[in-house]
Antibody
Framework: HVQLQESGPGLVKPSETLSLTCAVS????????WNWLRQSPGKGLEWIGY??????HYNPSLKSRVTISVDTSKNQFYLRLKSVTAADTAVYFC???????????????????????WGQGTLVTVSS | EIVLTQSPGTLSLSPGERATLSCRAS???????LAWYQQRPAQAPRLLIY???SRAPGVPDRFSGSGSGTDFTLNISRLEPEDFSVYYC?????????FGQGTKVEIK
């Protein structure tokens, strides 16, 4: 059973950088898509981006401020969000997306399964 | 950006009743890229359905998904007490991946 655990400061000052870590109890963090998401009352659930092997993909609305990285030796991946404002106050989640093979009439391929494992979430408040 | 609109916003039902939740996309989505989640208070979302109709491991068979194109449905055949939660649909066909605003299933 895979476990993910977020950690990091619960309070960040406006204009500073939000930094979070997600520790993964997985034999190999190199597989799968490792994601960051957030949830706030005003904006609901929002996908921030993922890292897959060394390739990253970000939500265009946050792309200029976001960096997701991974340390495979520690089985951890990271979120950095710079120049934060009060609008970045949210519960931040890390989550995994898997890939599975499937076949239909036209042949066999792979598809993503959705966010199948989540961390418990960590509240980050942006305030001076 | 694909906008997912869920309806109704709140569904008031009794245990044992059937729940039907709707998710409408602002443009066509491949069936392979539509998922449903359950979220209980103070918990992370839980994957229920992926690829529109495939149940995630461990999900009871009272949960089923259907639909294609722009219209997708989550059905809960007989509500159990633990099913009264908020449900979200989500697409990963186009970037950015997006979620609906949620449907709350509450006890009548």
């Amino acid at each position: 059973h895979v476990q993910l655990q977020e950690s990091g400061p619960g309070l960040v000052k406006p204009s500073e950088t939000l930094s979070l870590t997600c520790a993964v109890s997985e034999d190999s963090i190199s597989n799968f898509y490792w994601n960051w998401l957030r949830q706030s009352p005003g904006k609901g659930l929002e996908w921030i981006g993922y890292i897959h092997y060394s390739s990253t993909h970000y939500n265009p609305s946050l792309k200029s401020r976001v960096t997701i990285s991974v340390d495979t030796s520690k089985n951890q991946f990271y979120l950095r969000l710079k120049s934060v404002t009060a609008a970045d106050t949210a519960v931040y989640f890390c989550a995994r997306v898997s890939e599975e093979g499937y076949c239909n009439k036209t042949g066999c391929t792979t598809r993503l399964t959705g966010f199948d494992y989540w961390g418990q979430g960590t509240l980050v408040t942006v305030s001076s | 950006e694909i906008v997912l609109t869920q309806s109704p916003g709140t569904l008031s039902l009794s245990p044992g009743e059937r729940a039907t939740l709707s998710c409408r996309a602002s443009q066509t989505i491949s069936r392979s890229f539509l998922a449903w989640y359950q979220q209980r208070p103070a918990q992370a979302p839980r994957l229920l359905i992926y690829a529109a109709s495939s149940r995630a491991p461990g999900v009871p068979d009272r949960f089923s998904g259907s639909g294609s194109g722009t219209d997708f449905t989550l059905n809960i055949s007989r509500l159990e007490p633990e099913d009264f939660s908020v449900y979200y649909c989500q697409q990963h066909d186009n970037s950015p991946w997006t979620f609906g605003q949620g449907t709350k299933v509450e006890i009548k």
